[in-house]
T-cell receptor
Framework: QKEVEQNSGPLSVPEGAIASLNCTYS??????FFWYRQYSGKSPELIMS????GDKEDGRFTAQLNKASQYVSLLIRDSQPSDSATYLCAVPPPHSGGSNYKLTFGKGTLLTVNP | GAGVSQSPSNKVTEKGKDVELRCDPISGHTALYWYRQSLGQGLEFLIY????????KSGLPSDRFSAERTGGSVSTLTIQRTQQEDSAVYLC?????????????FGPGTRLTVT
């Protein structure tokens, strides 16, 4: 099993809809999880971090973590064309004992929000 | 304060030449990371510094790659005898390096092209 898996997309949603991005990871002891947004030709930008099971909301973004099922998701409400980007999930690598000085990134999901 | 800065933003070099890439982390961040992102590929971890020490060099692809960090601040990634497969965007990130705070913030990257 790959360490971090994401659907590469592209995921296309209409403006105003909810975009749902998913990520699964292999290491059960992972303690922290991150979502980055990367616009074409730009570097990744941290948009959400989540450490505990459940939901974490920040503006239009909600991160959902389910450690038992080993997945983390990102919901974007009221999607805007400016949300069009690649979204990267990042988790500590397997067998790191939960220490997360180094992150393993998924390959990202390309989201397109259509006006 | 200022974010992570990298220089140069673009570097074109001939095969076989050496290059140096520089990273200036966020002030006060003790942890510094180098990643590489090839066209259409995910982020590949290269090396991590905590202070001036590099406890994890496992991602360096060959002995042509080396990195150092001085004064717990600026880091330099050196690639000797560059090859065409070294062409990529080299990204630097920093984090506070304190227990419980692992968010990594990326610089704008250096786009390296080996001709």
């Amino acid at each position: 099993q790959k360490e971090v898996e994401q659907n590469s997309g592209p995921l296309s949603v209409p403006e105003g809809a909810i975009a749902s991005l998913n990520c699964t990871y292999s290491d059960r002891v992972s303690q922290s999880f991150f979502w980055y947004r990367q616009y074409s030709g730009k570097s990744p930008e941290l948009i959400m971090s989540i450490y505990s099971n459940g939901d974490k909301e920040d503006g239009r973004f909600t991160a959902q973590l389910n450690k038992a099922s080993q997945y983390v998701s990102l919901l974007i409400r009221d999607s805007q064309p400016s949300d069009s980007a690649t979204y990267l999930c990042a988790v500590p690598p397997p067998h790191s004992g939960g220490s997360n000085y180094k992150l393993t990134f998924g390959k990202g999901t390309l989201l397109t929000v259509n006006p | 304060g200022a974010g992570v800065s990298q220089s140069p933003s673009n570097k074109v070099t001939e095969k076989g030449k050496d290059v140096e890439l520089r990273c200036d982390p966020i002030s006060g961040h003790t942890a510094l990371y180098w990643y590489r992102q090839s066209l259409g590929q995910g982020l590949e971890f290269l090396i991590y510094f905590q202070g001036n020490s590099a406890p994890d060099k496992s991602g360096l692809p060959s002995d042509r790659f080396s990195a150092e960090r001085t004064g717990g601040s600026v880091s330099t990634l050196t690639i000797q005898r560059t090859q065409q497969e070294d062409s990529a965007v080299y990204l630097c990130a920093s984090s506070r390096g304190l227990a419980g705070t692992y968010e990594q913030y990326f610089g704008p990257g250096t786009r390296l092209t080996v001709t």
